[in-house]
């Protein structure tokens, strides 16, 4: 997020996420569905484009480069 300049956004998603992956980095699959967590940092990430540009179009497409950066 810190080289799409959205680095100030960072810290309000982090607290957001709290308590999804354990001290060691997995996933918290005891506290929290896989796919609730999907859905949750999607919204996330809508917020934080939104916030940033203000426009569907721009939100739309921040999702998509995120999605496909981060599927692998």
Known sequence: MGQLGLGRQFGRLALRLDGAFRADGVFAHDRLRFVDF????????EEVAWQEWGDKEAVDGFEEYILRHYSG
């Open 38 to 45: 999907v859905d949750d940092v999607e919204e996330l990430l």
